[in-house]
């Protein structure tokens, strides 16, 4: 399958199947804004959840943060988002597209019309949404709507290592929507003006601060493999010196390789002790600790894992769709399309299907039903052949189905089928729960 193509049809499932639509689609749709649908909402909860249960709940070091998206605009001067948060623009003369200029054709042409030498001089364009707090717009009421997670961790750094009785090393971790006014969004929903973040800053004494840095860079990328992205699409790569932001010293990205080339899907970054020091700064407050063990008084430097709940649903939304030919029951072949998501990624863990919708077996679909409802997500599909319920439910990635036949009326069995491998159990209903989370699935 042609890479263009995976992305067609991956786009395609997401709005027949309930992952994504286009937002305002009644209205014509609204550019680079998507709505998560019944399923689609359920695998990007499942993707933060993970995210969460890895950085937060399995580790003592990190506790977790949700703050305002709107804050006091000196935020955003000390951060240096105001100054230096910018795109170079270009606009064609002929058609009056707006590119940025970084990321225009070697060839010189628009890559809207395809006239060549019609662009502007280049001109820099703050990414961040302005808006207004109060009832009178003017520059005092002036606010933004954040362009990164990271900065309402930084600000709460003394609160949290206060209440929290953490010292260094420790993290703050935060999930949670951000704003950038991009002039070039695209490719679904990898770039987007409205997007979720799942960011951890992680303070370390300064002298320890190349170690956690490797250390951080080294379990972002084992997550994406834990939960079944291949080898092969994955990749570390450094930033060199002129792609280091102001703040950095070091800055490595988890890439995907996407349809369209390799892509970003995490940032790990040593952002040293400059935020700290600028918020210090600006606000008056002392943000340095100091260290009884060693009798010492320092800036904490800041490790920084940023990840893009959107793009990492994507990500595995691509890494696992598969198309395969399979013999149906009449000897015929089809095609069938799965995606081969991790369990604990799947939106439906188990799919309950009644063989018929006469009244003997659909009270005890309802019954099994609920018991699994207890451990996770469960879908309940009565509708159709049962082969094409199975591959309906492959193409949404759904683990295990669960069949209840005429047969369980005797023997008080079911038949447990398997995506991957399409092997079907009979299994009793006693012990139904038990088996399934044997599986790893619930």
């Known amino acids: 399958m042609a890479k263009s193509d995976l992305m067609d049809r991956v786009v395609n499932l997401s709005k027949r199947r309930g992952l994504v639509f286009p937002s305002s689609e009644i ?14 909402v359920l695998l990007k909860r499942n993707v933060k959840d993970a995210w969460w249960r890895s950085m937060v709940q399995e580790r003592d070091d990190i506790v977790g943060l949700d703050a305002a998206i709107l804050m006091a605009p000196r935020v955003w001067e000390a951060s240096g988002h105001i100054a230096t948060f910018t795109d170079p623009l270009v606009d064609c003369k002929h058609c009056k597209e707006r590119f940025r200029a970084d990321q225009l054709p070697e060839s010189g042409a628009c890559p809207n019309c395809g006239n060549k030498d019609t662009f502007t001089e280049a001109r820099n364009f703050n990414l961040m949404f302005k808006t207004h707090v109060g009832p009178v717009e003017d520059s005092g009421s002036v606010a933004y709507l954040r362009p990164e997670t990271a900065q309402g961790i930084l600000v709460n750094y003394a609160n949290v290592q206060t209440t929290s009785r953490k010292k260094p090393p420790f993290g703050i971790a935060q999930i949670g929507k951000s704003f950038r006014n991009e002039i070039t969004p695209g490719n679904f929903i990898f770039r987007t003006r409205e997007f979720e973040q799942m960011e951890m800053e992680y303070f370390v004494p300064p002298d320890e601060a190349p170690k956690w840095f490797e250390y951080w860079c ?3 990328f084992q997550w994406y493999l834990d939960l079944g992205i291949p080898d092969a699409s994955l990749r570390l790569r450094p930033h060199d010196g002129d792609e280091l932001s102001h703040y950095s010293v070091g800055t490595s990205d ?4 996407y349809p369209w080339g390799w892509g970003e899907l995490e940032g790990i970054a040593n952002r040293t002790d400059y935020d700290l ?3 210090a700064e600006f606000s008056g407050q002392d943000l340095s600790y100091f260290d009884q063990e ?7 430097y800041v490790i920084e894992p940023a990840a893009g709940a959107d793009r990492a649903t994507l990500a595995f939304l691509l890494a696992a769709y598969h198309e395969e030919a399979v013999s149906t029951a009449g000897g015929k072949t089809e095609t069938r399309t799965v995606l081969r998501l991790d369990p604990r990624l799947a939106p439906n863990k188990v799919a309950v299907l009644p063989l018929s919708k006469k009244a003997e077996l659909v009270p005890i679909a309802d019954r099994v039903a609920g018991d ?5 997500m469960i879908d309940v599909d009565a509708a159709g052949s049962i082969g094409r319920r199975y591959r309906r439910q492959d193409e949404v990635g759904t683990p295990l ?9 005797d023997d008080d069995a079911v038949t447990v089928r398997d995506r991957d491998t399409m092997e079907q159990t009979r299994v009793s209903l006693d012990r ?7 599986r790893g699935v619930l």
């Open 277 to 279: 020091k600028q918020h």
């Open 401 to 409: 189905c669960v069949t209840i036949d005429f047969d369980t009326l």
């Open 294 to 300: 060693t009798d010492t008084r320092y800036v904490p």
């Open 254 to 257: 988890v890439e995907f390789m």
């Open 218 to 220: 080294e379990q972002r």
């Open 372 to 376: 699994l409802r207890k451990y996770g």
């Open 27 to 40: 209205y014509g749709g609204f550019r680079s804004t998507w709505d998560y649908g019944p399923l689609g």
């Open 432 to 438: 139904l729960v038990e088996a399934i989370r044997d």
